[in-house]
């Protein structure tokens, strides 16, 4: 399976612990994106790689929300000190460039209780 | 603010009939643009993307695109109950990321 792979599928994770979700692109894929998603919203942008480069991060995004994609490769997100807010499916996608398709992975379903 | 705006539904339709979602985006300069279809609980698959005024064309489903009014359209015919489902409308403008609507939820009832 060539597709984006997200791991894990589900986290489930108690309030204040540190949690990180992995994302592997298509390979040859420049772009990277990773969002948010709660019911019945679109997608919510968090940040995006272009290769090895963050190049966007949403100004919603709290401090304590960091991306990392070393190499220009893999990517990871790390939520520290999560909170029941932080709640929902993430989403990491990419593209071949600006402006072209992108394609999900199947997602992180994170549950903080 | 760059916005994407999508009827959020629920959008009831036969089986069988045409089913067609609309989607209007604010930013000018957004060129290209895309479809993504989401069943609950799933991620977001793309269903189609269309850069040019006009119709494009994949199996029973066209993408219509007008730029001077500012909106999208995706039409699919012979709806089936598979095509159940909500479907996203994104914008790509000329910076860095997509621009997403919330999504319409359709319904083909059999």
């Known amino acids: 399976d060539t597709g984006v792979s997200q791991d894990p599928r589900h986290k489930i994770t108690k309030r204040g612990q540190n949690v990180t979700f992995r994302c592997d692109p298509i390979?040859?894929?420049?772009?990277l994106y990773w969002y948010r998603q709660t019911l019945g919203q679109g997608p919510e942008f968090l940040t995006y790689f272009q290769n090895e480069a963050q190049l966007e991060k949403s100004r919603l995004l709290s401090d304590r929300f960091s991306a990392e994609r070393p190499k220009g490769s893999f990517s990871t997100l790390e939520i520290q000190r999560t909170e029941q807010g932080d709640s929902a499916m993430y989403l990491c996608?990419?593209?071949?460039?600006?402006?072209?398709?992108?394609?999900f992975g199947q997602g992180t379903r994170l549950t903080v209780v | 603010q760059k916005e994407v705006e999508q009827n959020s539904g629920p959008l009831s339709v036969p089986e069988g009939a045409i089913a067609s979602l609309n989607c209007t985006y604010s930013?000018?300069?957004?060129?290209?643009f895309f479809w993504y279809r989401q069943y609950s609980g799933k991620s977001p698959e793309l269903i189609m993307f269309i850069y040019s005024n006009g119709d494009k064309e994949d199996g029973r489903f066209t993408a219509q695109l007008n730029k001077a009014s500012q909106y999208v359209s995706l039409l699919i015919r012979d709806s089936q109950p598979s095509d159940s489902a909500t479907y996203l409308c994104?914008?790509?403008?000329?910076?860095?990321?997509?621009?997403w609507g919330a999504g319409t939820k359709l319904i083909i009832k059999p």
């Open positions: 996608a990419s593209s071949r460039n600006q402006g072209a398709e992108a394609f």
């Open positions: 994104a914008a790509g403008t000329s910076g860095y990321q997509l621009i």
């Open positions: 390979s040859e894929h420049n772009r």
């Open positions: 930013d000018r300069g957004s060129q290209s």
